[in-house]
């Protein structure tokens, strides 16, 4: 199942994340490898050029 939900993140072919309230961004700005939200689209893609999404998510 895992490695299912990592091939439709990667081909980006999974489902829009359900609204969540709670959580940073509505729960809409998801990294899959190192399971956090995040609050808008920029910072998830600078997060995606840290070094510690790098060492988590294997190409």
Known sequence: M??????????????????????????????????RYFANVSVRDDHFRTKLHKKRYVF
């Open 2 to 35: 895992v490695y299912d939900a990592l091939n439709e993140a990667k081909e980006g072919t999974s489902k829009p994340l359900p609204v969540d309230e709670d959580l940073p961004g509505m729960g809409q700005f998801y990294c899959l490898h190192c399971d």
